[in-house]
């Protein structure tokens, strides 16, 4: 295709030359061949046998080697090479792999994110523009009949879960150790875990000090899991669960105790923006001037790197066509504005947690 020489002057302020704008546009195009043909790169161990070869491998080598027809290895090596993710010696016809590659097979977040896109949302995003006019996720619908992914989880295809979790637990479990240094820096008595899951935070906090009541607040269904989970492991005893749906405006926050610290984790990032002020009014209406909400989120504009804010935009997406159809992955700004409407005010943000996490400490202004 003609590159008119004039494209590069309209877009004088981006660093891409109009042949890597074409190029990427091509691998928009082509984003669903290149995932699949790398995914199975990875799965059938082509770019680990061809890394660990050192000196590279023919194609006739990797179809021996991978038990696969001459013509798969050859229509996936070449679309590899094409694609970056593999180089080519014209000499002796040995591949090898280039940077590139070596991130598709070495880099853990990466391998979590293809597996989550494949498993959880590839079929379903099929029905992204179904979602986008509905506000429902349609995409959602192959896997079963319940309003979101959560009502489903734990029905969910055993490999389907597995990537969820996976996807789920990298994200959040990497920032709890700096977390706990947070919360507890206030010591509280009792804390109250809104959205949590199998445990896994609430079991770091017992462990973490000897004397916390955690209280688990998730739908009821999720609260099996957790049991199950967190059964026979060293305080489970100090975690208790609190059943409830918080989609109903009804279900209010417990008040057997006096939580002094509340804890959301990758949560308000499951609901639209009326939904997050209903929530927090509900857990505003449960705190003192002495409570703490502490909201741990990864916060697009709040990243280190554009590759990390590029991964949180694009998991926006899996919100609306399979989990929920109306929430996404907020900007800091946004999600401020959400927790004063509810009548909270924002102390202080801790940034840099683990993979990109921030956590804004929520508190009570005294005149509420
Ligand atoms: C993305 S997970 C976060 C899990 C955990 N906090 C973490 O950091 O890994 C969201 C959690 O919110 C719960 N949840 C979603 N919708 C809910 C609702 N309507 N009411 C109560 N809990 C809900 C889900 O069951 C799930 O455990």
């Known amino acids: 295709m003609y590159i008119d020489p004039a494209l590069d002057k309209q877009f004088s302020t981006e660093r891409l030359s109009a042949l890597e704008a ?18 199975l790169m990875l799965k059938w161990g082509i770019f680990e046998m061809i890394s ?24 996936l090596m070449e679309a590899s090479l094409c694609s970056g993710t593999l180089l080519a010696d014209a000499e002796n016809d040995r591949f090898t792999l280039s940077k590139t590659g070596w991130f598709l097979l070495n880099d853990r977040r990466t391998r979590i994110n293809i597996n989550f896109n494949h498993d959880v949302n590839y079929e379903g995003l099929f029905r992204l523009e179904e979602s986008l006019k509905e506000g429902k996720p349609a995409g959602l619908r192959h896997f079963g009949d319940w309003p979101t992914v959560y009502e489903g989880l734990s029905q969910l295809p055993e490999q389907v879960q597995e990537s969820w979790f996976a996807f789920d637990h990298f994200y959040s479990d990497e920032s709890f150790r700096q977390a706990l240094e947070i919360v507890f820096a206030r010591h509280p008595k009792n804390l109250l875990d809104v959205g949590g899951n199998t445990g896994r935070w ?25 049991r199950r989970f967190t059964a026979g492991k060293n305080g489970a005893g100090r975690i208790h669960g609190y059943g409830g749906n918080l989609l109903d405006g009804s279900t209010a926050f417990p008040t057997d105790r006096h939580y002094d610290a509340i804890w959301m984790s990758q949560f308000l990032d499951c609901f639209a923006a009326d939904e997050i002020v209903s929530i927090l009014r509900r857990a505003a209406s449960i ?18 790197f554009d590759t990390a804010a590029f991964c949180l935009t694009m998991t926006s997406l899996y919100f609306t066509a399979i989990a929920n159809g109306n929430s996404k992955m907020y900007h800091s700004d946004e999600m401020r504005r959400l927790v004063e409407q509810a009548g909270l005010q924002v102390e202080m943000i801790h940034d840099g947690l683990g993979q990109g996490h921030s956590i804004m400490v929520c508190s009570k202004p005294c005149s509420m």
């Open 22 to 39: 074409q190029r990427m546009a091509e691998f928009i195009a082509w984003g669903p061949v290149l995932f699949q043909v790398s995914r």
């Open 52 to 75: 660990q070869s050192g000196a590279g491998m023919t194609i006739t080598e990797v179809a021996e080697k991978a038990g696969i027809s001459e013509y798969a290895a050859k229509v």
């Open 202 to 226: 609430a079991l770091r906090c017992v462990d973490f000090d000897g004397q916390v009541e955690v209280t688990i607040m998730d739908l009821p269904q999720q609260l099996e899991l957790m």
């Open 287 to 304: 705190m003192d001037g002495e409570s703490r909400l502490y909201i741990m989120e990864t916060f697009w504009d709040r990243q280190k």
